[in-house]
């Protein structure tokens, strides 16, 4: 156990070295910008909506805060290696959580063959490793939800029901969909658990504490006192202003699944889990995983992320539903065929490895040549359309040095390079737009060099169907101005 445990610290180690970036930009807006706000270096003017309308809870970025000051402290500045720290730290914990959950629920699988199985899915199912490698609200919530449903089920008394209401508080104070998730696995302990009501205390003192907790944070970064789960319900549910990011379907969910599952072992694996509940109405996963997944598919809006925290107990779910469906329908042994587990080990290991060693960012690789190589010089930077550092109007301060000067130049031509150290131009070769300016700067005038691209040159000779050139996304050019292209009456 302790070498197969080493073995998935090693790997989860490593995708935290390699998985740099965010997958989804909340993640780093809401998280690290807020947190940069509070350390002086942002305006509340660079700061999203929701910090305005004081509607996000400010506990992870009070954690960033002090993470960050304290690498400063110790003079760990490179923001990379920062940031590697914090996923780093998310990954051991979710493996923690992991194997706490494996000890709380393997006892109950009476074959040996399924807890390997459930071993392996529980550590190594592709997109929960990813779900476990982002410092994001909902990898921590999902920390919270999963070590304190260990804590509390199966307890009757001790500071465990303690321990399991704050981490649950926490899980709630983290992301607030987790709420149903609380309130749900609250009523299984009264009504199936049967908790007496002195034990029931114990735990809403400890879901309180962490109450307490997150509104002391939030006065701590809004300068006020503010209630943002009420916020939060007022504008996204009540006032319907999620549905302005998009509508989805109800069923949305559950074609995500399939394909982030990699069919047709995911079709096996949704399959599984829709049955589970039928299989143990009275369980605790049924009683909290089934509202808090049901919450997320009524709501119009829709993101995968949001059932990060429930996609923890589909390896469990998948494992103890196999056994009572080959019991009852000989038919379903064909679930366990050794061909079938073998196939699905080596797709699930290969879609493991790309996400293990792939950034989630596209613009991470960008943002590091950036950095490493100007930070601290006086540098212009032009944008020919797209510019790497921005989105919807949001700046990505953290990546970039303050002495870059950013500028559209399909939008501004009039461009003074007097007192820059070096001129650079960066081009988003997915764009038509960028690819045909680009072939104009470069054939008024031959003074600009390819300094960088996202991709290696020399995979151009795999080129097939035009597979590099759409994946070739950006390239930085050191360019020399002159007359014919930089100056003030230039038509662009």
């Known amino acids: 156990m302790k070498k197969r445990l080493l073995l998935w610290v090693f790997l989860y180690s490593a995708g935290a070295w390699f998985s740099t970036g965010f997958h989804h930009f909340d993640e780093h807006f809401q998280i690290i910008e807020f947190a940069r706000y509070k350390m002086g270096f942002n305006t509340a003017a660079e700061l999203t909506w929701e910090f305005h309308e004081q509607m996000r809870p400010a506990l992870q970025p009070a954690l960033a805060c002090g993470g960050l000051a304290l690498m400063e402290a110790v003079g760990l500045h490179d923001p990379f290696h920062q940031m590697f720290l914090f996923r780093w730290l ?23 063959n399924h807890r390997k199985w459930f071993w392996y899915l529980n550590l190594g199912l592709w997109f929960l490793v990813y779900s476990r490698l982002r410092f994001s609200s909902e990898a921590w919530s999902a920390l919270g939800m999963l070590a304190g449903f260990c804590l509390v089920v199966g307890q009757k008394a001790g500071f465990r029901l303690f321990s399991g209401g704050l ?47 997150g509104m002391v944070t939030d006065r701590w970064f809004y300068g006020e006192w503010t209630f943002t789960p009420w916020h939060y319900l007022d504008l996204n549910i009540l006032q319907d202003r999620a549905s302005g990011f998009g509508v989805s379907p109800w069923y949305q969910y559950f074609l995500d ?44 809006h829709k993101e995968a992320r949001f059932l ?18 080959r019991d009852r329908w000989k038919w379903t042994s064909w679930l366990t065929n050794s061909r079938w587990a073998k196939a699905f080990v080596w797709v ?45 109007n949001l700046q990505v301060r953290f990546f970039r040095d303050t002495l870059w000067t950013r ?15 070096r001129t650079l131009v960066i081009v988003n070769k997915s764009l038509p737009f960028d690819r045909q300016l680009l072939e104009r700067l470069v054939g008024e005038n031959e003074r600009i ?11 151009s000779l795999l080129e097939y169907k035009g597979w590099y050139s759409r994946s070739n996304k950006w390239q930085v050019y050191r360019y020399s101005p002159d007359t014919t292209f930089l100056n003030r009456n230039h038509p662009l």
């Open 90 to 112: 998310t990954a051991l914990l979710s493996l923690g959580a992991a194997v706490l959950f494996y000890n709380k629920m393997a006892p109950a699988l009476t074959d040996e």
């Open 167 to 213: 981490l649950l508080g926490l899980a709630f104070i983290f992301r607030f969909q987790a709420g149903i998730f609380v309130f749900a696995l609250g009523a299984w302990m009264l009504f199936i658990q049967k908790n007496k009501m002195k034990e029931l205390v114990v735990t809403l003192s400890g879901i309180g504490v962490a109450l307490l907790l």
């Open 257 to 300: 699944f399939l394909g982030f599952g990699l069919p047709p072992f995911s079709l096996i694996l949704l399959l599984l889990v829709l049955v589970y509940p039928f299989l143990y109405p009275k369980s605790a996963v049924s009683w909290s995983v089934v509202p808090f997944v049901l919450l997320h598919v009524v709501v119009g």
């Open 308 to 325: 990060f925290p429930a996609v923890a107990f589909v390896p469990w779910m998948a494992i103890a539903a196999i056994g009572p469906l």
């Open 348 to 392: 699930n290991s290969l879609a493991l490895l790309i996400v293990l060693l792939k950034p989630a960012e596209a613009n991470m690789g960008l943002y590091k040549y950036l950095y490493r190589n100007y930070a601290g010089t006086n540098t212009l930077m032009l944008g020919l359309n797209d510019i790497p550092y921005e989105h919807e």
């Open 407 to 421: 500028q559209r130049l399909d939008q501004d031509p009039d461009i003074d390079t007097t007192g820059f150290e």
């Open 449 to 459: 060099s390819p300094l960088y691209r996202d991709m290696p040159g020399w995979l």
